[in-house]
């Protein structure tokens, strides 16, 4: 759905199922991949420890937190906190 | 808008292009829907409103030659150009012989003259009418494919239940029954490199925790969906039969749906598309634009069916 051009008038939908599906989950946690990866032209993102504190707010899933842990790089960290469902909705 | 549909008869496979009539096409389905196997229906849809009368060109009709002084194509047997002789009055567009034998072996049917009741003059809506199947109705939520796989009832749906061959999912799918929309399945997983299947394990294990029931639900569907096509490996299967795809876009989509079937993933839906038929002044007669995507159009159908062996019912009549 392109930002600012819904083409129905009755606008976006204010229903979760209408935001997400299988593809496009896929999609969002590649795109993490690529963003923290700084595969994404034009965009550096400063990966750090603390990711999980300054983009997730720590706020998030005890399951997540530990899986970011284990992650073996920063980027794979960082990765995994912006695909994570914790940063999908807010 | 002028609109067609053409449909391979029997139900195991229906081709539809720009046209309305969903009821038929869910008759058609469910009827089929009693045999033994699973039947698919692969929905393909031509983006642009395609002009029918130059697709099957109604060469018996004078008030067509007169009307279409520059674009009208020929009587059949009037060299090359000429329309290919169907029944007497209608004709196939020289640049679709590849459909020709589907025809004569009674397995193609032409349903002619028939769209959208609806005379906007906007192509958006018009487009909009026809994934909806609500002529003048702009606030229907879901499209009509998506409809259909509610209505009708899945043993064990996958996955890949329905699958679109598009970068998004297109209106016709959208709604409550999920939906796929694959542009590439062979790039379809978590791409990490070399750490691909460990980042992809500690994604499945955060979504599988994920407290918000949407968002685990779509989760363990992507996951579930990476597993299968790992394990089914669609591009092994390969082209048989001799079926030659057009490298196209929309070839190489038709191509993906043969693939999926032959793995055996529970694909119940197709869909694909193929723009340019919003020719203008550009459109042309045996050449031009038309000319070139039906080319494309006949060659990509004709493998697909080749390449998936259907087997047809001789025609009773």
């Known amino acids: 759905m392109p930002l600012y051009q819904c083409q129905p008038p009755t606008g976006y939908q204010d ?14 946690m ?23 504190e300054t983009a997730l707010n720590g706020d998030v899933a005890d399951t997540t937190r530990s899986t970011i842990a284990k992650a073996t790089s920063r980027q794979q960290m960082t990765a995994l906190a912006l695909g994570a469902p914790d940063f999908q909705r807010r | 808008m002028h609109s067609r549909r053409v449909f391979l008869k029997n139900g195991a496979f229906a081709l539809v292009s720009l046209g309305f009539a969903p009821s038929f096409l869910a008759r058609t389905a469910f009827a089929a829907g009693k045999a033994a196997r699973t039947k698919q229906l692969i929905a ?24 279409r002084p520059s674009i009208a194509i020929a009587r059949p047997n009037g060299g090359d150009g000429s329309a290919i002789d169907l029944d007497g ?18 397995q193609l049917a032409v349903v002619h003259a028939c769209g959208s009741p609806d005379s906007t003059r906007s192509h958006f809506d018009a487009q909009d009418y026809m994934e909806t199947a609500t002529p003048g109705v702009k606030s229907t939520p879901d499209g009509w494919l998506s409809r259909y796989l509610g209505a009708r009832h899945a043993e064990a749906a996958t996955p890949f239940r329905a699958v679109a061959l598009t970068q998004q999912l297109p209106r016709m799918l959208q709604g409550r029954a999920s939906a796929l929309a694959v542009n590439q399945i062979a790039q ?38 990476i597993k299968m096509l790992k394990i ?33 993933v529970g694909l119940e ?49």
């Open chain 2, 188 to 225: 379809f997983g978590i791409r990490a490199g070399r750490s691909s299947d460990r980042v992809g394990a500690s994604f499945e294990a955060e979504y599988a925790a994920a407290a918000d029931r949407v968002l685990n639900g779509a989760g363990r569907n992507a996951f579930d969906a």
């Open chain 2, 44 to 67: 393909i849809f031509q983006r642009g409103a395609v002009d029918g009368l130059s697709v099957i060109v109604p060469f018996g009709e004078p008030d067509y030659y007169r009307a």
């Open chain 2, 269 to 317: 839906v197709a869909f694909a598309e193929i723009g340019g038929w919003d020719t203008h002044v550009n459109q042309g007669a045996a050449q031009g634009q038309l000319a070139a995507r039906l080319d494309d159009f006949g060659r990509a159908i004709s493998a697909l069916v080749v390449d998936l062996g259907i087997a047809w019912p001789t025609p009773s009549s």
């Open chain 1, 15 to 28: 229903t979760a199922d209408a935001w997400v599906n299988t593809g496009v989950l896929v999609g969002r």
């Open chain 2, 89 to 106: 009055f209608f004709g196939l567009n020289p640049r679709l012989p590849p459909l020709k034998p589907f025809w004569d072996a009674g």
């Open chain 2, 232 to 264: 089914a490996d669609p591009a092994k299967y390969q082209p048989v039969r001799g079926a030659m795809y057009p490298r196209s876009p929309f070839g190489q989509a038709l191509k993906q749906i043969a693939q999926l079937t032959k793995s055996n």
């Open chain 1, 30 to 52: 590649n795109f993490a991949l690529r963003l923290a990866g700084n595969q994404i032209p034009g965009v550096t993102v400063a990966t750090e420890q603390s990711i999980v």
